[in-house]
């Protein structure tokens, strides 16, 4: 830009005054003006500063050629730093921003004290036009300046900037630049220009005053009008309707005018201050100020007038018309009030006449009145924003209030009409064409887009009567539509009516009674329209009758230029005349006159209907609030360009609607929300309800949903989608609100027309079906009737097009697409970014679909990343969930806008479809008050019960699963029911009771209220009463009836839910108060729902909600369980699982800290024992050992079940944990102790034998010592050995004198003889024996072989099919041969195993009895080991009556389980059971016998120690002294002792390791079972997979001991070493710690070597086992400093031996760390599904009441599940098997099946197993089967065949597929 005065910018420049008088044409205007206030020291003004480069003092206003050369642009800067005096300051340029400069170190008070001077000199709209400064140093921070400005509620953060005092960096002011030009465009690029200081009254005389056009003095009824008006000639420009009046403005009026305007703005500034809204014009309110969760509106006297405004506003938003009577309670006596008069104390006397009639003294005209109601109305549309005024609008509307047309700005005067505020109103009228018969049509639309005729009223001059109560009777005599002077609250004085229209419809109900036969607008110009010329000249051109009241007529009055204009244009014109007494008279056609002097109101607005009935049945013009836009000199506020920006991007959209049959535009341009949505959701319930080959069907149905979300994302790509989601993508959040405004407006306008017609042939229709019923006509025009309805119906479903549809759309295409896995690189299409938009969306308050009414389903996955999105931008936030269940139509979605001020769709034909939530904000206030413990309310609120657009379909299901979902996502539940009629409440009842009966049955308790709506008389205590009563008496009947189809005791509604029906029912009245849709709602109404909403707080208050993340898993949780017919048995609370799994791993934390302890506690005293300190172990002792940690755990488990967060989960489980840990920690202390006391006995037991080893040793050393001094320097070394052998033996002898050497034991042998006693023959047994087959007995595919038949009947599987299969089943002769020899021959391939062939006669057994024999054989092993191992081998020996008494067993039990069969079983399974379990029992009782012969056996202990001795006795030949022998002796102990106690340690230090780090050990029990069957596949080891799926445990056990060997051979061998070497090193300073303290405490006592020794001993006690050394040998030591230094030179060795050991060496000793971690992590549930044989993944033990589960059940085939009759095995997982229809046989010989949805009435193996029912298959055994399928039908003689072929689908999986299944599903 150039500049033009400005020659050269280097060159000092001249001030440019812009004062009005100054001004001249060569002036150059700056772009931006820039005030300095602040203080004075702030900045360093020079030639350098850029924004200040002149030294001139205050008030100088200059361009800053720095700020030329740096941006170009010419910017004015005044200086006004410090306090200078303001007249000088230039008016007729505004000021675009004030730079309050602040130093740093002072900012906080500067800024406080500049900001008062600055609001008392501009007024308080200033602040959104100051930038804060802070100036600084150059080589300062300015650091918390920022925090401490933010304290000031003033302060914005946005309008801040730091620079340094010099103002030289250009980087600085460019960035403080842009800050402004950001505010000033917030600021609508206006500039501030008002001074308000009182030190100014000069320079107000310069403000404009060509925006106050009139003075607005007095009250609209009562002004003195002394304004005298000429008539002028009036001009007709084109039309005659068209008048143009001039008015004179006397020159006395002239003379005041400005004073009158200044008074006007100070009494409107005034006004705001008292309502508290002065802030308010600049900073708009917002319904984000409004809708959260507040206190409930109660209007009272007690609402001070600073709250007057905000009480208005909500009392309007909560449907109550009586927001316009609040009282005001008297805070100061400036302000009046009616009071009550005070009384006289004095005598009454005639001389009181005289004082009682003077009011002189009483009357204080000083006195403020209170703010008139309509003042506080137009105030608070004033301070509103366009969306708040929006919402005011329509509730104003729905109140039947009339709505501003004309509103005069309070500031500028201007005059606005609020179209796009009226946009969103819709009204619905019935119109009568009166012909040769009555015509009823019914009309629905936008009331800006109805062409009515207008009747507009005005008043010229002063009169007695009121307009406005004259114009209510024309409309309504019942409510003030129009406010006047009569209505409660009014008062002589108002401040921003004068000049406002406002506007109000009549809508006729089509009934005889109607005032009007079609829809009318009535216009009320307030005040005198001689004072607002502009606005009386707008209306009497747009209207199509005037009607005029006047005081008197005559050609003198004020209003004769009016009045003739009015006379001469051709609109009919009403004269109502105050002085005259005469009836209507036409004086000329279509000019009347009307006599108000002495009339009643009734005759005047009875003569008006008529004059204005007949006026309008000729021609006449139309008024349509839409052409307001077009009226010049009116500004309109959908003009704005953010508003107009807002339409331009709707219409963009629309206009590919326009021209097309509404009906279908969802098929066009909605392609993925129609039929392909509606298949895909009936395909996806039909996988719920499959029948005969259901995995082949279910793969079926799989693809095709697959082909039906390919389809949704190729006709994805729609105009409308495309602009739509571009235009959200990409409008700021302003614009995007108007955008979706405008949306909402264009599409309801669209459809609305369509719509009515629709409905009303709808009405019709349902009309005559009902009175065809009511005949009991069942002929075919009933039918056809009724075809004819549903045609309609699916009409008005294809017609019903909403915002809602355009969201449901794009959760479709999200789905599609996201179900695809496929990311489009086409912005105009990210579907990727539409859960975020619509999280926006949601959180701004916007309500979003939770369920498709249309289809009946929910979109979960959508749902699910929309609730994903809200949590990562407001956090897991708590919410408390309010549900809304009810029949339709009964007023749900009116109550909840009343009670938030929510905006869920109400009207007639739009009422909501399915379900939608709104997100709701709680007041810091209420949170506060009442201890809330939630954030949010969540509303969701649904399509009413028993819908009429399902007429004719069977509703019950539907009604279920809607009043099933709502109910359980609820924290509360309210039940809507219209009416008072039970019978009317019957099903709806049942419904309910029922739905709050599941949950009970899945733990999940809401709570509920009842609300009876539409309540004749509610205040009837009695009738209440009654009411109630038989409300109970229905909850209970229905609680009795739905107790009986949900199977559970229930005797009366109270033991469903926790039911106070004093407290929880709530009467409502009447929404209407008469009859719509003229009527106003009813204010008994409002009070009602505010008492709800004071309920339903209290009862939020006892609540702690929920997370956004739980609910959003209940709605997946709920809606799977739904989609099954048995929900209670098909619910699956996800968090909850979720919550369980993470107390599991806790769990295995916390027993694993008691269990590592109590094995430190055991090792200490097992080695205490073993050194003879420790004879008894007391449980007391165990006990407080152990009570540190167990205190620790239980203060640690009390944290955990505190945690806020998951607490109301946890709590179900606290106790049986709290137990479950006590009862471990009690099992803990009795092993130990059990542990402890056999090694006492142990001990005990060979106490003889410790004592002769005593005496053995004692002699030994003596003759070795003897003897080696005898040969010293004598013999050589190879006679030494002979002579010591020599000794040796004789010693050996004596020791083992008279003791029977204990014998090897041959267990062969005596099992052999153990059954041939039992009668079996010799050969049988031989035979059993060398075909090895029993070593494998439990994991045989098939037991054939070992039965023989005892009747002739049918043992054939189970049926896997329905009843209509079954019968070709038995037909089929096709029985599976030789399935035994095959099973047998697998089984020698993959074992070497030779099986037996199949006797001739055997039958096939089925599959149930397989599996029965199976677990008979598992139940024999385990009682049979168990029995065995209380036997006191280790310390007693082995005795052949064990195996006896185990034989017998076994033949015991086998004769019992036969009896109860249909079947025998042979000799060959008795004998091979009994050496399974023979070899089963083998191992233990071997290693038992070893230990008892190695503790107990004399001469094994001494060949045991020959060597050590040989040792002993060379040292003494070599001439060693005794300390050098001594010491000897005692490192030869410590090696082998310390060696077991570094394994023993390492072993517990290692499996905690492991426990810590390894992560298939660090988790539950689920998370084992992941690594486990990780480990198979990557194995791909049938063997090992059949072992896994027979016998899970010993998988697990083989599994836990492989990893441990690979951890600490291989993978972390390094790691284990450390902790090994650590151990060493433990031991080794414990050593030498123990040697240094015995040698000081020896050398101190000067005892001898038997102290010494027993202070050795007693130091390593706990650490190290030591063998008594006898001292009587070694009493001549008497240096103990060199016996220390001996043995330290000893352990030298000791050590670097030590260091080198190898981990193998732990093997040998007690401890080992495989079976610690066996220990640990196989003490849990192994229970196997009957069904597919998957594992119960508990972690406890015994977890009851809680049911056997599994997060993902296996194909059937897996454990040989097939087709009953048939060779044909069955695919079918179990989830899938109990969502189908087909049946089972439990016991595989009866013929009486259970259909597989209720398995759990099949028998006790099946009645705890929870199986929910589940879609989703783990790849994991889909890749198994295809797999292993060769494998699997020779193990179990079946195949893949028939029903039982492998699904195509399946073949697809990799085992690299599989493993990831793994970590997908399993990571619960």
Not at 535 to 555: A, H, M, Y
Not at 1256 to 1273: C, G, I, P
Request: charged share 30%; aromatic share 8%.
């Amino acid at each position: 830009m150039e500049c033009d005065p400005v020659e050269d910018p280097h060159e000092p420049q001249h001030s440019v005054t812009k004062s009005a008088s100054a001004a001249s044409n060569n002036t150059v205007m700056p772009e931006l003006t820039l005030l300095l206030t602040g203080d004075r020291n702030s900045i360093e003004i020079g030639t350098k500063n850029i924004l200040l480069n002149h030294d001139e003092q205050t008030n100088v206003e200059q361009f800053s050629a720095k700020l030329y050369d740096l941006c170009g642009r010419h910017i004015s800067v005044i200086n006004m730093l410090g306090h200078p005096n303001i007249d000088r300051v230039p008016l007729n340029q505004g000021i675009h921003a004030f730079l309050l400069l602040v130093p740093y170190g002072q900012h906080n008070s500067h800024y406080k004290s500049r900001v008062q001077w600055l609001e008392k000199t501009f007024g308080r709209g200033f602040l959104s036009y100051v930038m804060t400064v802070v100036t600084h140093e150059s080589n300062e921070k300015c650091e918390g300046a920022l925090a401490d400005l933010k304290a000031n509620s003033s302060f914005a953060e946005k309008r801040y900037h730091t620079c340094t005092r010099t103002m030289t960096d250009e980087k600085e002011i460019v960035s403080l630049l842009e800050k402004i030009d950001v505010m000033v465009s917030e600021n609508d690029h206006q500039s501030y220009s008002r001074l308000t200081s009182v030190q100014n009254k000069d320079q107000k005389e310069h403000l404009d005053h060509n925006s106050y056009k009139e003075e607005r003095v007095g009250t609209e009824e009562e002004m003195e009008i002394s304004t005298e008006v000429t008539s002028g000639p009036s001009e007709t420009k084109g039309k005659e309707e068209e008048i143009q009046i001039s008015t004179e403005v006397t020159s006395e009026q002239s003379e005041t005018k400005g004073k009158g305007t200044v008074d006007v703005e100070k009494e409107i500034e005034t006004l705001l201050s008292r309502l508290h809204l002065q802030d308010k014009l600049q900073q708009k309110l917002s319904p984000a100020d409004f809708l959260k969760i507040g206190p409930p509106v109660k209007p009272s006297n007690d609402t001070c007038e600073k709250e007057l405004a905000y009480t208005f506003l909500q009392t309007l938003l909560a449907l109550d018309y009586r927001a316009r009577h609040i009282l005001v309670k008297q805070e100061s006596p400036e302000v009046s009030h009616p009071q009550s008069a005070p009384v006289s104390d004095s005598t009454d006397t005639d001389d009181d006449l005289d004082e009682f009639f003077n009011t002189d003294e009483d009357s204080d005209q000083s006195k403020q009145t209170h703010a008139h109601p309509m003042d506080v109305q137009m105030a608070v549309f004033h301070c509103s924003d366009s969306f708040l005024k929006q919402d005011m609008v329509k509730k104003l509307s729905q109140c039947q209030y009339a709505l501003p047309l004309l509103v005069p700005d309070p500031v500028t005067m201007d005059i606005e009409c609020p179209l796009w505020t009226l946009r969103q109103i819709i009204k619905t009228w019935k119109v009568t064409e009166i012909k040769d018969k009555d015509t009823i049509t019914m009309k629905s639309m936008p009331i800006c887009k109805a062409e009515t005729p207008m009747v507009s009223f005005f008043r010229l001059g002063s009169l007695s009567q009121s307009k406005s109560h004259l114009m209510n009777s024309l409309i309504n005599d019942t409510h003030s539509t129009f406010f006047h002077r009569n209505c409660k609250g009014s008062t002589k004085s108002r401040h921003l009516m004068d000049g406002v229209a406002e506007i109000a419809w009549y809508f006729p109900a089509g009934n005889p009674n109607d005032s009007f036969t079609d829809c009318i607008a009535f216009c009320n110009l307030h005040g005198d329209a001689l004072m607002t010329e502009k606005q009386r000249e707008i209306l009497i051109d747009k209207s199509s009758v005037n009607v005029v009241f006047v005081p008197t007529l005559g050609r003198t009055q004020k209003s004769t230029a009016v009045l003739s204009a009015l006379h001469k244009s051709p609109k009919p014109l009403i004269i109502l005349v105050a002085d005259k007494d005469c009836g209507a008279v036409e004086k000329k056609p279509g000019k009347y006159i009307v006599g108000l002097k002495e009339r009643s109101q009734s005759d005047v607005a009875e003569e008006l209907k008529m004059i204005i009935k007949k006026t309008l049945s000729g021609p006449h013009t139309s008024f349509q609030l839409e052409s307001m836009s077009k009226v010049s000199g009116v500004r309109v506020d959908e003009d704005d360009p953010v508003c107009q920006k807002g339409k331009s991007a709707a219409m963009e959209i629309l206009n590919l609607l326009q021209g097309m049959d509404i009906s279908k535009i969802k098929e066009k341009f909605l392609p993925c929300q129609g039929n392909l949505w509606h298949e895909w959701c009936r395909i996806k319930k039909e996988l719920y309800h499959l029948q005969g080959n259901i995995e082949k069907e279910k793969s079926q149905k799989e693809q095709e949903l697959t082909q039906i979300r390919q389809e949704q994302c190729s006709v994805s790509h729609t105009n409308l989608m495309k602009s739509f989601t571009e235009s959200l993508l990409s409008l700021p959040s302003t614009d995007k609100e108007y955008f979706l405004k405008w949306m909402q407006i264009l599409i309801d306008a669209l459809s609305t027309d369509d719509l009515a017609s629709i409905l009303q042939r709808y009405d019709e229709k349902w009309s005559e079906v009902v009175s065809l019923k009511n005949k009991h006509d069942k002929s075919p025009l009933l039918d056809r009737k009724q075809n004819e309805l549903e045609q309609i119906s699916k009409e008005l479903q294809s017609a019903t097009f909403g915002l809602e549809h355009i969201f449901r759309e794009m959760g479709q295409i999200y789905e599609a697409h996201k179900s695809q896995k496929k990311q489009t690189h086409n912005r105009q299409t990210d579907w990727s970014k539409y859960p975020e938009l619509a999280a926006d969306l949601m959180i701004s308050g916007h309500p979003m679909e939770l369920m498709d009414g249309d289809a009946g389903y929910a979109p979960l996955t959508w749902i699910s990343s929309v609730l994903e999105e809200v949590i990562r931008k407001l956090g897991d936030q708590t919410v408390f969930v309010l549900s809304v269940l009810g029949v339709q139509s009964s007023g749900k979605s009116t109550m909840l806008n009343a009670m938030f001020g929510l905006q869920f769709a109400v009207s007639a034909g739009r009422c909501t479809k399915g379900a939608f939530m709104q997100l709701i904000k709680v007041s810091e206030e209420i949170r506060n008050d009442l201890k809330l413990k939630f954030d949010y309310f969540l509303v969701v609120d649904t399509e009413g019960l028993r819908a009429l657009e399902l007429a004719g379909n069977t509703t019950t299901h539907h009604d279920n699963e809607l009043a099933t979902f709502v109910v359980g996502l609820g924290n509360m539940t309210l039940i809507n029911i219209f009416g008072e009629n039970p019978a009317e409440m019957q099903d709806v009842l049942q419904i309910v009771v029922q739905a709050f009966m599941r949950m009970k049955k899945v733990k999940l308790s809401p709570s509920c209220v009842f609300v009876h709506q539409n309540v004749s008389d509610i205040g009837a205590a009695e009738k209440n009463m009654d009411g109630k009563r038989r409300l109970q008496e229905k909850l209970d009947d229905m609680a009795q009836l739905a107790a009986k189809e949900e199977d559970c005791d229930v005797k009366c509604f109270s033991d469903v839910i926790a039911f106070d029906v004093q407290k929880d029912v709530k009467y409502f009245a009447q929404l209407w108060e008469g009859s719509p849709p003229m009527a106003p709602p009813n204010p008994r109404y409002s009070e009602n729902v505010q008492e709800l909403k004071h309920i339903i707080l209290s009862k939020a208050s006892q609540s702690s909600g929920i997370t956004l993340s739980y609910f959003k898993s209940k709605i997946q949780d709920l809606w799977n369980a739904l989609m099954n017919e048995q929900f209670v048995f098909s619910f699956k609370n996800t968090l909850e699982i979720a919550v369980y799994r993470k107390l599991e791993v806790q769990y295995a934390t916390w027993t694993w800290t008691l269990r590592s302890n109590m094995l430190t506690i055991e090792n200490q005293l097992y080695t205490r024992i073993e050194n003879g300190k420790l004879d008894r172990v007391e449980n007391s002792y165990l006990f407080t050992e152990m009570s540190k940690t167990f205190e620790e755990i239980k203060k640690d488990m009390n944290l955990y079940f505190e945690d806020k967060r998951d607490k109301d989960m946890l709590v179900q489980w606290r106790g049986r944990f709290e137990q479950k840990i006590k009862e471990f920690h009690e099992e803990q202390v009795k092993g130990v102790k059990k542990t402890l006391d056999e090694v006492i006995q142990q001990k005990k037991a060979r106490k003889e034998l410790d004592d002769k080893k005593t005496e053995f040793e004692n002699k030994l050393l003596q003759k070795s010592k003897e003897l080696a001094h005898s040969l010293k320097d004598k013999a050589k070394e190879e006679e030494l050995k002979s002579q010591f052998n020599t000794v040796w033996g004789e010693l050996v002898s004596e020791l083992s004198a008279g003791i029977k050497p204990i014998e090897d034991i041959n267990l062969e042998e005596d099992q052999k003889s153990v059954l041939n006693e039992l009668g079996f023959e010799w050969g049988l047994i031989k035979g059993c024996k060398d075909s090895n087959r029993y070593h494998v007995l439990s994991k045989v595919g098939h037991y054939s072989d070992y039965v023989n038949q005892k009747k002739q009947r049918d043992l054939s599987e189970e049926s896997h099919q329905s009843h209509e299969s079954k019968k070709e089943n038995k037909d089929t002769g096709k029985q599976g041969t030789n399935v035994f020899k095959s099973a047998f021959n697998y089984f020698k391939q993959v074992t070497g195993i030779v099986p037996t062939t199949q006797q001739k006669g055997s039958s096939d057994l089925s599959h149930e009895q397989h599996e029965q024999i199976r677990s008979f054989i598992s139940q024999v092993e385990q009682q049979s080991l168990k029995k065995i191992q209380t036997k006191p081998v280790a310390t007693r020996g082995y005795r052949s009556t064990y195996l006896q008494e185990m034989a017998q067993n076994v033949q015991t039990k086998v004769t019992e389980f036969e009896s109860q069969k249909p079947y025998a079983l042979r000799k060959e399974f008795t004998v091979d059971l009994s050496l399974y379990v023979f070899d089963r029992a083998g191992r233990w009782l071997s290693q038992s016998h070893k230990t008892y012969r190695k503790n107990n056996d004399a001469r094994t202990y001494s060949e045991s120690k020959k060597d050590q001795y040989y040792s002993i006795f060379r040292s003494f030949w070599k001439g060693n002294s005794s300390a050098a022998v001594f010491g000897e002796m005692i490192c030869e102990n410590l090696k082998v002792s310390a060696v077991e106690a570094v394994c023993n340690k390492t072993a517990i230090d290692l499996t905690g390791e492991m426990r810590c780090s390894f992560p298939a050990f660090s988790g539950n029990r689920l998370n084992l079972e992941k690594h486990v069957l990780k480990s198979l596949a990557e194995k791909e080891d049938f063997k090992s997979f059949i072992t896994y799926i027979q016998d899970p445990r010993s998988q697990a056990e083989y599994f836990i001991k492989d990893e441990v060997h690979k951890y600490m051979f291989k993978e972390q061998s390094h790691k284990a070493k450390n902790i090994l070497k650590k151990n060493v090193d433990d031991i080794s300073e414990l050593v030498s710690q123990a040697l240094f303290t015995a040698t000081q405490e020896v050398k101190t006592q000067k005892g001898g070597t038997d102290m010494w020794m027993e202070q050795f001993s007693s130091l390593l006690k706990d650490k190290l086992t030591l063998d008594t050394i006898s001292c009587q040998n070694f009493r001549d030591i008497n240096n103990f400093d060199f016996l220390k230094e001996e043995i330290e030179k000893g352990l030298v060795p000791i050590k670097t031996e030590m260091s080198r050991l190898s981990l193998d060496k732990m093997k040998d000793f007690r401890l080992q760390p495989d079976q610690i971690l066996i220990d640990q992590l196989c003490r849990c549930c192994w229970v196997t599904c009957p069904f597919c044989a998957a594992v119960c993944t508990n972690t406890l033990e015994d977890h009851s009441p809680d049911d056997h589960n599994v997060p993902f059940h296996r194909s059937g085939s897996v454990k040989g599940f097939h087709y009953r009759n048939t060779v044909e095995m069955s695919v079918n997982f179990c989830t899938t098997d109990v969502a189908s229809d087909n049946s089972f046989y439990p016991d595989g010989v009866s013929e009486v099946s259970v259909p597989f949805k209720q398995y759990r009435t099949a028998g006790p193996r099946f009645a705890n197993w929870r199986i929910t029912p589940d879609e989703s298959k783990l790849t994991y055994w889909t890749w198994f089967v295809c797999r292993f399928q060769q494998e699997l039908e020779n193990y179990y003689g079946r195949k893949f065949e028939g029903r039982g072929e492998i699904p195509s689908q399946w073949r697809t999986h990799t085992k690299q597929q599989a493993i990831e299944s793994l970590d997908e599903t399993y990571s619960e």
